[in-house]
Protein backbone atom coordinates (compact mmCIF):
# COMPACT_ATOMS: atom_id res chain seq x y z
CA UNK A 1 0.00 0.00 0.00
CA UNK A 2 2.92 2.75 0.41
CA UNK A 3 5.18 3.67 -2.24
CA UNK A 4 8.82 2.75 -1.95
CA UNK A 5 10.88 5.81 -1.05
CA UNK A 6 12.91 5.91 -3.73
CA UNK A 7 13.90 9.58 -4.88
CA UNK A 8 13.25 13.01 -3.09
CA UNK A 9 11.68 14.65 -5.64
CA UNK A 10 8.78 12.09 -5.68
CA UNK A 11 8.77 12.36 -1.67
CA UNK A 12 8.03 15.81 -1.87
CA UNK A 13 6.71 16.78 -4.92
CA UNK A 14 4.35 13.21 -5.93
CA UNK A 15 0.73 12.72 -4.72
CA UNK A 16 1.88 8.84 -3.32
CA UNK A 17 2.08 7.85 -0.14
CA UNK A 18 5.28 6.38 1.17
CA UNK A 19 5.28 7.33 4.57
CA UNK A 20 9.40 7.05 6.66
CA UNK A 21 9.18 5.32 9.77
CA UNK A 22 11.87 5.36 12.47
CA UNK A 23 14.08 2.73 13.51
CA UNK A 24 11.84 1.68 16.13
CA UNK A 25 9.13 1.55 12.80
CA UNK A 26 7.78 4.91 14.29
CA UNK A 27 6.38 7.64 13.10
CA UNK A 28 5.01 10.34 15.12
CA UNK A 29 2.13 11.75 15.28
CA UNK A 30 0.37 15.79 15.85
CA UNK A 31 -3.16 15.26 16.93
CA UNK A 32 -5.41 18.49 16.75
CA UNK A 33 -9.14 18.79 17.92
CA UNK A 34 -11.24 19.90 14.91
CA UNK A 35 -13.05 22.37 16.75
CA UNK A 36 -11.16 24.28 18.88
CA UNK A 37 -7.38 24.14 16.68
CA UNK A 38 -5.46 23.03 19.89
CA UNK A 39 -3.06 20.25 20.19
CA UNK A 40 -3.98 17.53 21.51
CA UNK A 41 -1.25 14.91 22.10
CA UNK A 42 1.77 13.85 20.15
CA UNK A 43 1.83 10.30 19.65
CA UNK A 44 3.30 7.86 17.67
CA UNK A 45 2.15 5.18 14.77
CA UNK A 46 3.36 1.88 13.75
CA UNK A 47 2.43 0.65 9.97
CA UNK A 48 -0.48 -1.04 11.18
CA UNK A 49 -1.81 1.42 13.28
CA UNK A 50 -1.29 4.23 10.28
CA UNK A 51 -2.91 2.19 8.10
CA UNK A 52 -6.09 1.52 10.75
CA UNK A 53 -6.51 4.92 11.11
CA UNK A 54 -6.87 5.20 7.56
CA UNK A 55 -9.21 2.70 7.63
CA UNK A 56 -11.23 2.69 10.34
CA UNK A 57 -11.62 6.82 10.70
CA UNK A 58 -10.98 6.21 14.17
CA UNK A 59 -7.33 7.59 15.93
CA UNK A 60 -5.24 4.25 16.50
CA UNK A 61 -1.43 4.53 17.83
CA UNK A 62 1.53 2.67 18.85
CA UNK A 63 1.96 2.72 22.66
CA UNK A 64 5.58 2.95 23.41
CA UNK A 65 5.16 1.81 26.77
CA UNK A 66 2.62 -0.77 26.32
CA UNK A 67 4.50 -1.50 23.34
CA UNK A 68 1.26 -2.70 21.61
CA UNK A 69 -1.51 -0.86 19.54
CA UNK A 70 -3.42 1.44 21.14
CA UNK A 71 -7.09 2.21 20.04
CA UNK A 72 -7.43 5.50 21.77
CA UNK A 73 -10.57 5.71 23.71
CA UNK A 74 -11.01 2.16 24.27
CA UNK A 75 -10.75 2.31 27.43
CA UNK A 76 -12.04 5.80 28.38
CA UNK A 77 -14.94 6.15 26.11
CA UNK A 78 -12.83 9.08 24.15
CA UNK A 79 -12.70 8.16 20.68
CA UNK A 80 -11.13 10.26 17.95
CA UNK A 81 -12.80 10.47 14.75
CA UNK A 82 -10.55 11.40 12.71
CA UNK A 83 -11.53 14.14 10.14
CA UNK A 84 -8.21 14.43 8.32
CA UNK A 85 -4.75 13.08 7.43
CA UNK A 86 -1.50 15.22 5.99
CA UNK A 87 1.84 13.80 5.96
CA UNK A 88 4.77 16.56 5.75
CA UNK A 89 7.69 17.03 2.93
CA UNK A 90 9.62 14.31 3.82
CA UNK A 91 6.89 12.15 4.65
CA UNK A 92 8.08 11.56 8.20
CA UNK A 93 5.54 12.85 10.16
CA UNK A 94 2.12 13.01 10.64
CA UNK A 95 -0.86 15.52 11.26
CA UNK A 96 -4.17 14.24 12.08
CA UNK A 97 -7.50 16.48 13.01
CA UNK A 98 -9.53 14.83 15.27
CA UNK A 99 -13.14 15.22 16.78
CA UNK A 100 -13.53 14.60 20.29
CA UNK A 101 -17.05 16.15 21.36
CA UNK A 102 -17.23 17.52 24.57
CA UNK A 103 -14.18 14.69 25.76
CA UNK A 104 -10.65 14.74 26.77
CA UNK A 105 -7.42 13.37 25.15
CA UNK A 106 -4.97 13.20 28.56
CA UNK A 107 -4.43 10.73 30.40
CA UNK A 108 -3.58 13.27 33.79
CA UNK A 109 -7.53 14.09 32.86
CA UNK A 110 -6.84 17.34 30.89
CA UNK A 111 -9.00 18.33 27.44
CA UNK A 112 -5.47 18.84 25.93
CA UNK A 113 -2.03 16.99 27.05
CA UNK A 114 -0.65 20.52 26.69
CA UNK A 115 -1.70 21.96 29.72
CA UNK A 116 0.75 23.92 30.55
CA UNK A 117 3.08 26.86 28.95
CA UNK A 118 6.71 27.72 29.66
CA UNK A 119 7.31 31.60 30.04
CA UNK A 120 9.54 33.12 27.40
CA UNK A 121 12.52 35.16 28.07
CA UNK A 122 16.11 35.03 29.77
CA UNK A 123 16.60 31.92 32.06
CA UNK A 124 19.45 32.20 35.08
CA UNK A 125 20.65 28.82 34.72
CA UNK A 126 20.57 28.02 38.52
CA UNK A 127 16.98 28.97 38.44
CA UNK A 128 14.34 26.15 37.86
CA UNK A 129 11.76 27.44 35.00
CA UNK A 130 7.83 27.63 36.49
CA UNK A 131 5.19 27.02 34.08
CA UNK A 132 1.81 28.42 34.15
CA UNK A 133 -0.99 26.04 34.16
CA UNK A 134 -3.60 27.03 31.28
CA UNK A 135 -6.13 24.41 31.97
CA UNK A 136 -7.79 24.97 35.02
CA UNK A 137 -10.07 21.76 35.45
CA UNK A 138 -9.64 18.42 34.85
CA UNK A 139 -12.41 16.72 32.08
CA UNK A 140 -12.52 13.53 34.40
CA UNK A 141 -10.91 12.02 36.87
CA UNK A 142 -8.23 8.85 36.07
CA UNK A 143 -8.52 7.32 39.08
CA UNK A 144 -12.01 6.08 38.27
CA UNK A 145 -11.28 5.77 34.50
CA UNK A 146 -8.32 3.99 34.32
CA UNK A 147 -8.83 1.91 37.68
CA UNK A 148 -5.43 0.88 38.21
CA UNK A 149 -3.96 0.45 34.93
CA UNK A 150 -0.45 1.25 35.01
CA UNK A 151 0.38 5.10 34.76
CA UNK A 152 1.75 5.40 31.05
CA UNK A 153 4.32 8.56 31.80
CA UNK A 154 7.79 7.00 32.28
CA UNK A 155 10.91 9.24 34.64
CA UNK B 1 17.42 25.37 34.52
CA UNK B 2 15.59 22.05 34.15
CA UNK B 3 14.35 20.26 36.87
CA UNK B 4 15.68 16.55 37.58
CA UNK B 5 13.06 14.11 36.82
CA UNK B 6 12.12 12.33 39.75
CA UNK B 7 8.59 10.87 39.63
CA UNK B 8 5.54 11.38 37.91
CA UNK B 9 3.62 13.12 39.92
CA UNK B 10 5.75 15.87 39.68
CA UNK B 11 6.31 15.74 35.94
CA UNK B 12 2.35 15.49 34.98
CA UNK B 13 0.90 17.70 37.68
CA UNK B 14 4.00 20.04 38.83
CA UNK B 15 4.85 23.08 37.49
CA UNK B 16 8.60 22.87 36.83
CA UNK B 17 10.08 22.18 33.76
CA UNK B 18 11.85 18.74 33.10
CA UNK B 19 11.86 18.07 29.87
CA UNK B 20 12.48 14.51 28.63
CA UNK B 21 15.20 13.97 25.87
CA UNK B 22 15.30 10.81 23.59
CA UNK B 23 18.66 8.70 22.98
CA UNK B 24 19.74 11.35 20.87
CA UNK B 25 19.30 14.25 23.31
CA UNK B 26 16.04 15.25 21.09
CA UNK B 27 12.34 16.03 22.08
CA UNK B 28 9.97 16.20 19.34
CA UNK B 29 8.20 19.63 18.69
CA UNK B 30 5.00 20.84 17.12
CA UNK B 31 5.27 24.18 15.11
CA UNK B 32 1.84 26.02 14.79
CA UNK B 33 1.02 28.98 12.72
CA UNK B 34 -0.56 31.53 15.67
CA UNK B 35 -2.73 33.23 12.57
CA UNK B 36 -3.69 30.38 11.04
CA UNK B 37 -3.83 27.74 13.74
CA UNK B 38 -2.50 24.66 10.19
CA UNK B 39 0.52 22.95 11.58
CA UNK B 40 4.17 24.46 10.10
CA UNK B 41 6.15 21.92 10.58
CA UNK B 42 7.07 18.56 13.14
CA UNK B 43 10.96 19.32 14.14
CA UNK B 44 13.44 18.17 17.13
CA UNK B 45 14.77 20.45 19.42
CA UNK B 46 17.83 19.16 21.81
CA UNK B 47 18.68 21.14 24.88
CA UNK B 48 20.22 24.13 23.47
CA UNK B 49 17.99 24.51 21.24
CA UNK B 50 15.21 24.17 23.42
CA UNK B 51 17.09 26.57 25.80
CA UNK B 52 17.52 29.53 23.05
CA UNK B 53 14.23 29.19 21.66
CA UNK B 54 13.15 29.88 24.95
CA UNK B 55 15.82 33.50 25.96
CA UNK B 56 15.50 34.77 22.38
CA UNK B 57 11.63 34.06 21.79
CA UNK B 58 12.77 32.92 17.90
CA UNK B 59 12.98 29.12 17.06
CA UNK B 60 15.53 27.11 16.82
CA UNK B 61 15.53 23.58 16.17
CA UNK B 62 18.31 20.12 15.61
CA UNK B 63 18.52 19.09 12.19
CA UNK B 64 18.96 15.98 12.21
CA UNK B 65 20.27 15.80 8.67
CA UNK B 66 23.08 18.14 9.11
CA UNK B 67 23.51 17.46 12.53
CA UNK B 68 23.77 20.81 14.26
CA UNK B 69 21.28 23.93 15.26
CA UNK B 70 19.48 25.63 13.62
CA UNK B 71 18.34 29.18 13.71
CA UNK B 72 14.97 28.79 11.46
CA UNK B 73 14.76 31.50 9.21
CA UNK B 74 18.35 32.13 9.11
CA UNK B 75 18.93 30.69 5.61
CA UNK B 76 15.59 31.72 4.07
CA UNK B 77 14.52 34.87 6.52
CA UNK B 78 11.30 33.41 7.18
CA UNK B 79 11.98 33.51 11.13
CA UNK B 80 9.46 32.11 13.53
CA UNK B 81 9.03 34.46 16.38
CA UNK B 82 7.63 32.85 19.36
CA UNK B 83 4.30 33.25 20.73
CA UNK B 84 3.87 30.51 23.40
CA UNK B 85 5.08 27.32 23.71
CA UNK B 86 3.32 24.58 25.90
CA UNK B 87 4.93 21.14 26.70
CA UNK B 88 2.75 17.94 27.29
CA UNK B 89 1.65 15.76 30.34
CA UNK B 90 5.31 13.54 30.23
CA UNK B 91 7.17 16.35 28.96
CA UNK B 92 8.18 14.46 25.96
CA UNK B 93 7.13 16.75 23.72
CA UNK B 94 6.50 20.64 22.86
CA UNK B 95 3.98 23.22 21.28
CA UNK B 96 5.22 25.79 19.66
CA UNK B 97 3.17 28.69 18.77
CA UNK B 98 4.90 31.02 16.01
CA UNK B 99 4.06 34.45 13.76
CA UNK B 100 5.70 33.91 10.60
CA UNK B 101 4.05 37.05 9.26
CA UNK B 102 3.15 36.55 5.40
CA UNK B 103 6.19 34.09 5.27
CA UNK B 104 6.92 30.13 4.77
CA UNK B 105 8.03 27.21 6.67
CA UNK B 106 8.47 24.55 4.44
CA UNK B 107 12.31 23.82 2.26
CA UNK B 108 9.84 22.74 -0.42
CA UNK B 109 8.25 26.15 -0.89
CA UNK B 110 4.94 25.81 0.28
CA UNK B 111 3.09 27.78 3.93
CA UNK B 112 3.22 24.41 5.68
CA UNK B 113 5.01 21.55 5.57
CA UNK B 114 1.72 19.58 5.58
CA UNK B 115 0.11 20.16 2.05
CA UNK B 116 -0.44 17.37 1.48
CA UNK B 117 -4.21 15.31 2.51
CA UNK B 118 -4.54 11.15 2.64
CA UNK B 119 -7.78 10.12 1.48
CA UNK B 120 -9.69 8.14 4.60
CA UNK B 121 -11.34 4.51 4.21
CA UNK B 122 -10.65 1.08 2.98
CA UNK B 123 -6.94 0.40 1.55
CA UNK B 124 -6.45 -2.19 -1.23
CA UNK B 125 -3.36 -3.51 0.02
CA UNK B 126 -2.20 -3.89 -3.82
CA UNK B 127 -2.85 -0.44 -4.73
CA UNK B 128 -0.93 2.73 -4.05
CA UNK B 129 -2.26 5.71 -1.51
CA UNK B 130 -2.63 8.58 -4.21
CA UNK B 131 -2.60 12.01 -1.74
CA UNK B 132 -4.26 15.71 -2.81
CA UNK B 133 -2.68 18.16 -2.68
CA UNK B 134 -4.46 21.37 -0.13
CA UNK B 135 -1.93 23.70 -0.87
CA UNK B 136 -2.23 25.35 -4.95
CA UNK B 137 0.87 27.08 -5.23
CA UNK B 138 4.40 27.56 -3.80
CA UNK B 139 5.16 30.68 -1.77
CA UNK B 140 8.92 30.91 -2.68
CA UNK B 141 10.95 29.11 -5.16
CA UNK B 142 13.74 27.10 -3.30
CA UNK B 143 16.47 26.75 -5.76
CA UNK B 144 16.76 31.05 -5.54
CA UNK B 145 16.06 30.77 -1.85
CA UNK B 146 18.67 28.19 -0.28
CA UNK B 147 20.68 28.13 -3.93
CA UNK B 148 22.49 24.49 -3.66
CA UNK B 149 22.42 24.00 -0.44
CA UNK B 150 21.64 19.83 -0.11
CA UNK B 151 18.20 18.79 0.28
CA UNK B 152 17.71 17.58 4.01
CA UNK B 153 15.09 14.92 2.91
CA UNK B 154 16.33 11.97 3.16
CA UNK B 155 15.44 8.59 1.72
Known amino acids: ?3 KRENVVEIEEGNLLSPKFDNEGLIPVITMCSQTKEILMHGYMNVEAFKKTIETKEAHYYSRSRKTIWHKGKT ?40 RSIPLGPIDNGREVKMKFTEKEKKFDPEKVYKGQPNPTKI
Chains 1, 2 share one sequence.
Open 1 to 3: MFK
Open 76 to 115: SGFIQKVIEIKIDDDQDSVWLTVDIGDGASCHVGYRSCFY
